[in-house]
């Protein structure tokens, strides 16, 4: 199972970049990575997803170095909207009949005026 | 239009009671599954249906135990209450499971609290 790493908790600026970085050692070559944003009192809501390289929607990018051993998710110009908490999630269990979703504690980002 | 709802948003009560938690997708998803999140935001997966049929139980208490009607249904009735149930409850939804790339459609989650 890809466990990941990411920080507890991150503070930003409004209109700065905010670069979140998920470490994901053991990631197997099938695994997608996946980011979800979740706001207080709302369930969590996927944001991006990739494989490899990089990855942009209207929200954010998702930037994945070859060895693919860690990704990261950039946020362009936050505000206050974005305060969150970000989830890095990798992959399935494989070796198992069962799929599993693991989540992990996530990042608690938070964006001052 | 809501595509994951649960009800109720808030559950207050006392240990021992059994208490349900509803949930209904209308996304056409085939499989629904039940996550616990902690005072600490660890996000857990506790069940996963699979039209209609268990796919996934993780070590969770047998005082928990989903029920799915149908395949736009998941509910989650909890027998004699502890306090260490207190947390929140997410209901979620896929087109499939064990897929690479369907993303997850969670609900807005109950807060059951145990006293």
């Known amino acids: 199972l890809a466990k990941t790493t990411q920080p507890i908790s991150m503070d930003s600026y409004e209109g700065q970049e905010v670069n979140i970085t998920c470490s994901h050692n053991?990631?197997?070559?099938?695994?997608?990575i996946t980011w979800y944003q979740q706001f207080p009192s709302q369930g969590p809501r996927f944001i991006i997803q990739?494989?490899?390289t990089k990855v942009t929607n209207e929200v954010a990018s998702l930037f994945i170095p070859a060895d693919r051993k860690s990704s990261t998710l950039s946020l362009p110009r936050v505000s206050l909207s974005d305060t969150a908490v970000y989830y890095c999630l990798v992959g399935f269990d494989r070796g198992s009949t069962l799929g599993r979703l693991y989540f992990g504690r996530g990042t608690q980002l938070t964006v001052w005026p | 239009d809501t595509a994951v709802s649960q009800t109720p948003k808030y559950l207050v009560t006392q240990m021992g009671n059994d208490k349900s938690i509803k949930c209904e997708q209308n996304?056409?998803?085939?499989?629904m599954y039940w996550y616990k999140q902690d005072s600490k935001k660890f996000l857990k997966i506790m069940f996963s249906y699979n039209n209609k049929e268990l796919i996934i139980n993780e070590t969770v208490p047998n005082r928990f135990s989903p029920k799915s009607p149908d395949k736009a249904h998941l509910n989650l009735h909890i027998n004699s209450l502890e306090l260490g149930d207190s947390a929140v409850y997410f209901c979620a939804s896929s087109p499939e499971d064990r897929a690479d790339n369907s993303p997850l459609h969670f609900g807005n989650g109950t807060r059951l609290t145990v006293t």
């Open positions: 990739g494989y490899k």
């Open positions: 053991n990631i197997a070559t099938n695994d997608y």
């Open positions: 996304l056409g998803h085939d499989t």
